[in-house]
């Protein structure tokens, strides 16, 4: 184990409640565990992105009442076609969406299209789930 070390964090009260409510649930011994486990958690996710060719589901609730979110989500998955393997539209309440779209392709081609999709507005949450890796890159795939 490394040497330790202090940094300190922000967050509003509410956000630092439920965090501590859901530690406390799974037994965590302390914040700077389960810091440390998201931490851990979130390298290797992005550890995995760096690989080839890499199989994910992105998933996303959003707001459909704002303007233009549908077309703007759709043109851009369309950008990425080449990506896209298949996705699922669910219609979760009178204002809410929740879309899920399985890829496979180069990771640095997928963390592109999940990052264009998280950053339309009304988008609420967005989630980038890499499932492993995919294989060599076949000649006729781009």
Do not use: W
């Amino acid at each position: 184990m490394g040497k330790l070390k202090r940094f300190g964090v922000s967050l509003e009260d509410d956000l630092l409640l439920r965090f501590d409510e859901q530690i406390a649930k799974e037994k965590y011994p302390t914040r700077s565990k389960a810091i440390s486990d998201l931490i851990n958690s979130y390298l290797l996710e992005k550890s995995k992105m760096s690989g080839e060719r890499v199989a994910a589901a992105l998933s996303l609730v959003y707001d459909h009442r704002k303007r233009m979110i549908s077309e703007t989500l759709t043109d851009i998955q369309h950008e990425f076609h080449h990506l896209i393997i298949s996705s699922q539209h669910i219609h979760l309440d009178h204002d809410n969406c929740f879309e899920i779209v399985v890829v496979k392709g180069k990771g640095s081609e997928i963390e592109n299209l999940f990052n264009s999709l998280k950053g339309v507005k009304g988008v609420k949450n967005a989630y980038l789930t890499v499932a492993g890796s995919a294989g060599k890159e076949h000649p006729h795939e781009h």
